[in-house]
């Protein structure tokens, strides 16, 4: 079964500072892999995914992400980090050769950003 | 372009009592999966529907049942509510195949 360590829980940094939040996945196949982030008493939002092509993905805030098929590591990175990234973020995995549908999500336990003045 | 909508957005009930959620996917979307997320933890997958049937579901007991209608809107229902079912129950639409996923903001439920 897939799993997704994300292994920091807590990442407190200061504003303007780069942050890298680290992501680990088990899986003896091809992946999709995905980062979204949570904003208190919100849903999930997607910042980037990689699904094929590239290693590194750029996403939404200024956000990018490597993929390191040997590492088995998803690693989400921003070069400088503004009070309003402070909320929860999420890595995920999916597994494409799933059955039928979408293919659902194994989440982490997620990391929580706090982006201090 | 409305995306994922679910309601209520808050609901306490008691242990015993039974519980529907409901889920209105993306535009365009057919297929509509559900996600348990506990306090401090991240989300956790139930089961996912498309045309109408449970594909896929994750490792929840019997009383966690579901339903798809044919516009595609989803309900999940859990029967005999325990305190360990107090959670963010969080809906995603997507289409068939891989991609993403979108999230609605989710139901908050308290079981007392």
């Known amino acids: 079964a897939q799993s997704v360590t994300q292994l920091d829980s807590q990442v407190p940094v200061f504003e303007e500072a780069p942050v890298e939040l680290r992501c680990n996945y088990s899986?003896?196949?091809?992946?999709?892999l995905f980062w979204y982030v949570q904003y208190p008493n919100q849903g999930l939002q997607l910042l980037l995914k990689?699904?094929?092509?590239?290693?590194l993905v750029k996403g939404i805030n200024g956000f990018e992400a490597e993929f390191n098929k040997s590492q088995t590591s998803f690693h989400l990175r921003k070069p400088s980090v503004h009070i309003s990234d402070t909320a929860e973020y999420f890595c995920a995995v999916s597994d494409p050769q799933g059955q039928g549908g979408s293919e659902k999500l194994v989440f982490g336990k997620g990391t929580k950003l706090t982006v201090n003045p | 372009d409305a995306g994922v909508t679910q309601s209520p957005t808050h609901l306490i009930k008691t242990r015993g009592q039974q519980v529907t959620l409901r889920c209105s996917p993306k535009?365009?979307?057919?297929?509509v999966s559900w996600y348990q997320q506990a306090l401090g933890q991240g989300p956790q997958f139930i089961f996912q529907?498309?045309?109408?049937?449970?594909?896929q579901r994750g490792n929840f007991p019997d009383r966690f049942s579901g339903h798809q209608f044919p516009n595609y809107s989803s309900e999940l229902n859990v029967n005999a509510l325990l305190l360990g079912d107090s959670a963010l129950y969080l809906c995603a639409s997507s289409l068939r195949g891989p991609g993403t996923q979108y999230f609605g903001p989710g139901t908050r439920l308290l079981v007392l």
């Open positions: 990689y699904l094929s092509g590239s290693t």
């Open positions: 535009s365009g979307h057919d297929t």
């Open positions: 529907y498309y045309e109408e049937e449970e594909r």
């Open positions: 899986s003896s196949v091809s992946v999709y």
